[in-house]
């Protein structure tokens, strides 16, 4: 089992920067690839940001691409999303989730989630 808690949401005006970070316990934290997805109340949880177990290889969604950047540190299990330059459509809930080895871009290849973390953007 690993155990996932996620920090760092918050109110932001468009334009601004929130940096989020997700803590894992349990098994060993460096054997997975971890993910951002994020969701708003009535669709589905859509995929942000993931990398890779040695945090050599990174992929992102193209709305975020440029904008976002995830990393990790394996030393401190765990896993961070620095969002800059935020927009209105980029609130949401934000998850961070842990999955086998390799880059997923769907939630049915994670097999662990956080609760969860709001980002509010106002314009």
């Known amino acids: 089992q690993v155990q996932l808690v996620e920090a760092g949401g918050g109110l932001v005006q468009a334009g601004g920067s929130l940096r989020l970070s997700c803590a894992a316990s349990?098994?060993?934290?460096?054997?997975?690839?971890m993910a951002w997805f994020r969701q708003v109340p009535g669709k589905e949880r859509e995929f942000v940001a993931a990398v890779s177990w040695t945090g050599g290889t990174t992929s992102y969604a193209d709305s975020v691409k440029g904008r976002f950047t995830i990393s990790r540190d394996n030393a401190k299990n765990t896993v961070y999303l620095q969002m800059n330059s935020l927009k209105p459509e980029d609130t949401a809930v934000y998850y961070c989730?842990?999955?086998?080895?390799?880059?997923?871009?769907?939630?049915?290849?994670?097999?662990?989630w956080g609760q969860g973390t709001q980002v509010t953007v106002s314009s």
């Open positions: 989730a842990a999955g086998a080895p390799g880059i997923y871009y769907s939630r049915h290849n994670y097999d662990y």
């Open positions: 349990g098994r060993t934290f460096s054997s997975y690839a």
